[in-house]
């Protein structure tokens, strides 16, 4: 594996080796699944490995990151450096104003 040496001596590792990195640490929770609005407009998968996939209506990758659970609550981290969270409540996922269901 090809490590990228950044300025102060960090290294960068390459996107899949983070991914193998994370997958290790994620513990695993009952809520990996797919998730969506009553209206399917919006669906979350949320992978096992600890990525998730966004879909928006005819965009089925929206967009797409990493998060964890915590109990019952969710982080998320896009690729894109935007975050949110949300909760599962009585097998609902209320996300950013949405309610979204076990599909």
């Known amino acids: 594996m090809k490590a990228l040496t950044l300025a102060?001596?960090?290294t960068a590792l390459p996107l899949a080796a983070q991914?193998?990195?994370?997958?290790?640490?994620?513990?695993p929770h009952p809520y990996?699944?797919?998730w969506v609005t009553e209206d399917g407009h919006v669906r979350h998968e949320l992978l096992p490995n600890g990525r998730y996939v966004e879909a928006r209506?005819?965009?089925e990758r929206a967009y797409q990151g990493r998060y964890e659970v915590t109990g019952d609550?969710?982080?998320y981290w896009d690729d894109t450096g935007f975050t949110a969270d949300g909760d599962f409540?009585?097998?609902v996922l209320y996300h950013g104003g949405m309610v979204l269901h076990r599909k």
């Open 19 to 27: 991914e193998i990195s994370m997958t290790d640490q994620t513990a």
């Open 32 to 34: 990996a699944d797919v």
């Open 8 to 10: 102060m001596g960090l």
């Open 89 to 91: 409540v009585d097998g």
């Open 57 to 59: 209506g005819n965009r």
């Open 73 to 75: 609550h969710i982080e």
